[in-house]
């Protein structure tokens, strides 16, 4: 029988990165349409994730982003949970200029959802130099 796997199992040792090519920051944004995870139910949840990355020395190496997101098909973590440890992780690893991340999950009894999360939030410790997340409007 598999031993159960919760959100702290989530390793972040999978994500590489590659020297950014450029020395100067610029926005790569990354979508995948298949993140997988275990709901606090044990049931298999589904969504979206959008990331915007501002890179500063260090870019995402693309494949070991999947390879990091599939082990998430065995980890049991909550929506919210699920951002904010993606987020830590990002942010470790490649020490972006800005990181804003946002998933929309499948409907589930009823329900979707979507968070959003932004290092360029005063409340994240962020400058809010960017703004434009204040003017954003939402798509649903």
């Known amino acids: 029988m598999n031993e159960k796997k919760f959100w702290k199992s989530a390793d972040k040792s999978i994500l590489k990165s590659m020297p950014n090519p450029n020395e100067s920051s610029y926005e790569n944004r990354i979508k995948s349409e298949e993140l997988t995870f275990l709901g606090v139910d044990q049931q298999p949840d589904f969504g979206k994730v959008y990331i915007d990355f501002y890179a500063?020395?260090?870019?995402?190496?693309?494949?070991?982003?999947?390879?990091?997101?599939?082990?998430?098909?065995?980890?049991?973590?909550?929506?919210?949970?699920?951002i904010n440890v993606v987020y830590d992780h990002i942010i470790e690893v490649y020490e972006p200029v800005r990181l804003r991340i946002t998933m929309e999950f499948n409907?589930?009894?009823?329900?979707?959802?979507?968070?959003?999360?932004?290092?360029?939030?005063?409340?994240?410790?962020?400058?809010?130099?960017?703004?434009?997340?204040?003017?954003?409007?939402?798509?649903?």
Request: aromatic fraction near 16%.
């Open 56 to 82: 500063d020395k260090k870019v995402i190496e693309l494949k070991s982003l999947k390879k990091y997101f599939y082990q998430y098909r065995d980890i049991i973590i909550s929506y919210e949970r699920l």
């Open 107 to 140: 409907v589930r009894g009823g329900f979707s959802s979507k968070l959003t999360i932004d290092s360029d939030w005063e409340v994240r410790g962020g400058k809010e130099q960017f703004n434009d997340w204040k003017n954003q409007k939402d798509t649903w």
